[in-house]
């Protein structure tokens, strides 16, 4: 019998409403939107009725996804559905890395409540903007970015789908560069270059705000974003170089699989993770956590 693993998404799925139903039928989801509340007031109300507008700036994402997947998370482990590995996309690392033991659940929605702010900061200083690269190879879009002096490939998604970072000034040209090599490029729901140089200084800064930080030995293992293999003991270095470095989404779920994973729960408000998951390998099964629920309760 194969291996479970939590996988948790990052930003783009976000929505208004996102969790209304966990806190509404586990107490225990309803608990961590408290606490999240207690540390940065508000919270729950941008999760639960913020506007989308208010839930794309990502001092506000960052708290308000980790939020909901951190509820998430704990109403399947308070069911003793425990997953034998764990990774997160981008932001959704840090939940994992609270998920497989690393710090607790407040060290780590403090630590995501100044990824956000360190990251918005440096978002403003630069007009840039991220798009979603389909039906090209990895080559190819990499041949077509090396044409721009700030247009990066970001994040290995799936196959058929690179995510790109960029000045704003850049990507109408790069847009139309990539139809004429075969290929199209969507825009992001996000409002900065993540995973680019243009975060270099946020990963720098969210680098020092880890020195402070108490790490544990973590009990589920645990896969970066940087290496897309399982932790080292180098936690913090890992933690803060992905804001600045390419997600290697497509070779961690791989290396999962191949280390006995056949069972993904995406755990998240969307279903971003599960559709990658069907290019990677559609063999393995993958549902979002909300589906899960309901189909476990029978609804």
């Not at 847009?175 to 199209?184: H, L, M, N, P, T």
């Not at 975060?199 to 897309?228: P, R």
């Not at 408000?269 to 956590?289: E, H």
Request: with cysteine.
């Amino acid at each position: 019998m194969g291996k479970l693993a939590f996988i948790f998404s990052g930003q783009g799925d976000q929505h208004p409403g996102m969790g209304k139903e966990l806190v509404e039928q586990y107490p225990v989801a309803a608990k961590i939107y408290e606490m999240c509340d207690r540390l940065r007031p508000g919270t729950s109300a941008q999760c639960l009725d913020g506007t989308p507008e208010e839930l794309k700036e990502t001092k506000n994402t960052q708290p308000c996804l980790f939020a909901m997947e951190l509820a998430a998370a704990s109403v399947l482990l308070e069911q003793g559905i425990r997953p034998a590995a764990v990774a997160g996309f981008s932001l959704g690392e840090v939940a994992a890395a609270a998920v497989s033991g690393i710090f607790d659940e407040e060290t780590g929605f403090r630590l995501v409540c100044k990824r956000g702010e360190i990251m918005q900061r440096e978002a403003e200083k630069y007009q840039t903007s991220m798009a979603a690269v389909v039906k090209l190879t990895p080559e190819q879009v990499q041949e077509v970015c090396d044409r721009y002096s700030d247009v990066y490939p970001v994040n290995f998604n799936c196959p058929g789908q690179i995510a790109v970072s960029g000045l704003s000034s850049q990507m109408k040209d790069f847009s139309a560069d990539i139809r004429a090599a075969g290929g199209k490029a969507i825009p992001l729901k996000v409002t900065a270059a993540f995973h680019s140089p243009f975060m270099a200084e946020a990963a720098d800064c969210f680098a020092k705000e880890l020195e402070n930080v108490s790490m544990q030995g973590q009990t589920i293992e645990l896969y970066s974003n940087l290496t897309a293999e399982p932790y080292t003991d180098d936690v913090k270095g890992l933690l803060s170089k992905q804001i600045c470095n390419p997600v290697q989404w497509e070779k961690i779920i791989r290396n999962m699989i191949d280390d006995g994973v056949d069972t993904f729960i995406e755990i998240g408000p969307g279903k971003t993770l599960t559709s990658m998951m069907k290019r990677i390998d559609p063999k393995v099964k993958a549902q979002n956590v909300t589906d899960y629920l309901r189909e476990e309760k029978g609804c």
